[in-house]
């Protein structure tokens, strides 16, 4: 497998634009996690699925961020109306989970820019 | 709710020199507790991981962590350090009932030749 893959890998934007990150998990995990990584806050969750359903979302920031899940192997993050202070790497993450605790497969990331 | 302190933002040291980076977690019940490493520009990459049985656990690149209940400590260590081990090291603790995984801020390392 080619592990877990997000695109773009880096991406430019004007404030008040929109933005969509995408990721591609691990085939056959059942597990799939946003995080934000930034030198302030270090590496937040902000949302999780299993089965395609979101379980837990208390880490999104505002309503400008959203994600999905429409089948297994796709998931997107979209924020809109971007603003500057969403600049950040965002990373996705999946895992197969047979008990609480599994390893956790990274991407490598999407470095946001919002000028 | 689970959290984790990682005491140090940045250690140096020589290379061949031996490595110790700090853990402490806090969590009700027995932890699922793991090291991550992120290389610039990279993901993380596990290192290691604790569920269960023999407290001292071994991982890839020559790197073991020490799970301590009595002192809520899971301390990384390796006893020769390489300059390609500069990176950023992340230790983390596992959710148990959500399956979600919770990271401390990170402890960056520097390798001096």
């Known amino acids: 497998d080619a592990g877990v893959i997000q695109s773009p890998r880096h991406e430019v934007t004007e404030m008040g634009q929109e933005v969509t990150l995408r990721c591609k998990p691990i085939?056959?995990?059942?597990?799939l996690f946003w995080y934000r990584q930034t030198m302030m806050r270090g590496l937040e969750l902000l949302i999780y699925?299993?089965?395609?359903?979101?379980?837990?979302d208390s880490g999104m920031p505002e309503d400008r961020f959203s994600a999905k899940m429409p089948n297994a192997s796709f998931s997107t993050l979209k924020i809109q109306p971007s603003e500057p202070r969403d600049s950040a790497v965002y990373f996705c993450?999946?895992?197969?989970?047979?008990?609480?605790?599994?390893?956790?497969?990274f991407g490598q990331g999407t470095r946001l820019t919002v000028v | 709710a689970q959290s984790v302190t990682q005491p140090d933002i940045h250690i140096t040291v020589s290379e061949g020199a031996s490595l110790e980076l700090r853990c402490n977690y806090s969590?009700?019940?027995?932890?699922?507790l793991f090291w991550y490493v992120q290389s610039p520009g990279q993901g993380l990459q596990l290192l290691l991981k604790?569920?269960?049985?023999?407290?001292l656990v071994q991982g890839i690149k020559g790197f073991e962590a020490e799970f301590k209940r009595s002192q809520s400590s899971f301390n990384l260590r390796k006893p020769s350090v390489h300059w390609s081990d500069a990176a950023e090291y992340f230790c983390?603790?596992?959710?148990?009932?959500?399956?979600?995984?919770?990271f401390g801020a990170g402890t960056r390392l520097f390798v001096k030749a």
């Open positions: 993450a999946s895992s197969f989970g047979t008990a609480g605790g599994t390893e956790a497969f």
């Open positions: 085939s056959g995990h059942d597990y």
């Open positions: 699925f299993n089965n395609n359903v979101p379980i837990d």
């Open positions: 969590y009700g019940a027995t932890p699922y």
């Open positions: 604790y569920f269960s049985g023999d407290t």
């Open positions: 983390a603790v596992g959710d148990t009932g959500g399956f979600k995984t919770i």
